[in-house]
T-cell receptor, first 110, second 115 residues
Framework: EDQVTQSPEALRLQEGESSSLNCSYT??????LFWYRQDPGKGPEFLFT???AGEEKEKERLKATLTKKESFLHITAPKPEDSATYLC???????????FGTGTRLLVSP | NAGVTQTPKFRILKIGQSMTLQCTQD?????MYWYRQDPGMGLKLIYY???????DKGEVPNGYNVSRSTTEDFPLRLELAAPSQTSVYFC??????????????FGPGTRLLVL
């Protein structure tokens, strides 16, 4: 069975304190790995897609990386506005459906 | 473009009542999806559609029905609401070229409470 596990469940950082979120996956064949940001009461907002091991993508203070078993979302010098839940999802070869992890709730304090 | 829109934003239902959650997209996407999100759980796929007239079950379809008569609209029907259907429902869409992985774009969600 295809599975996605995110850790930690929750993370509290001080403004400027860099850290990483983890997404590990067990799938029959990876077609793509997606990172989304979700603010309270809102729908998930697309951040990145990673296709193959070794790939990296950046957007402002966020950098996503991918290996054969996991992905990391690195947050450099976070600001309070980075506070949100970050969701990881994988798309399995042969399907357009996504399998989601349960997310990491990030809180950045001033 | 408004993207993916959903109505209503919030609804309270009594056990046994029925309702339709509306979803519309203006991006000319072929694929549309319905998910539910429960606290502490990942988004679970309820139904999806690869084009007008074509729908298929996802991971948790029991208690729901869908139809897709147009490219733009993908309503989700709840018959005989049960407390277990209390959740936040998200509609999503993607372009629908099957050769590549595609980004799904989500609506703002409908919060449903069944009492």
């Amino acid at each position: 069975e295809d599975q996605v596990t995110q850790s930690p469940e929750a993370l509290r950082l001080q403004e400027g304190e860099s850290s990483s979120l983890n997404c590990s996956y067990t799938v029959s064949g990876l077609r793509g790995l997606f990172w989304y940001r979700q603010d309270p009461g809102k729908g998930p907002e697309f951040l990145f897609t990673l296709y193959s091991a070794g790939e990296e993508k950046e957007k402002e203070r966020l950098k996503a990386t991918l290996t054969k078993k996991e992905s990391f979302l690195h947050i450099t010098a976070p600001k309070p506005e980075d506070s949100a839940t970050y969701l990881c999802a994988v798309q399995v070869t042969g399907f357009q459906k996504l399998v989601f992890g349960t997310g990491t709730r990030l809180l950045v304090s001033p | 473009n408004a993207g993916v829109t959903q109505t209503p934003k919030f609804r309270i239902l009594k056990i046994g009542q029925s309702m339709t959650l509306q979803c519309t997209q203006d991006m000319n996407h072929n694929y549309m999806y319905w998910y539910r999100q429960d606290p502490g759980m990942g988004l679970k796929l309820i139904y999806y559609s690869v084009g007008a007239g074509i729908t298929d079950k996802g991971e948790v379809p029991n208690g729901y029905n869908v139809s897709r008569s147009t490219t733009e609209d993908f309503p989700l029907r709840l018959e005989l609401a049960a407390p277990s259907q209390t959740s936040v429902y998200f509609c999503a869409s993607s372009l629908g070229t099957s050769d590549i992985q595609e980004t799904q774009y989500f609506g703002p969600g409908t919060r449903l409470l069944v009492l």
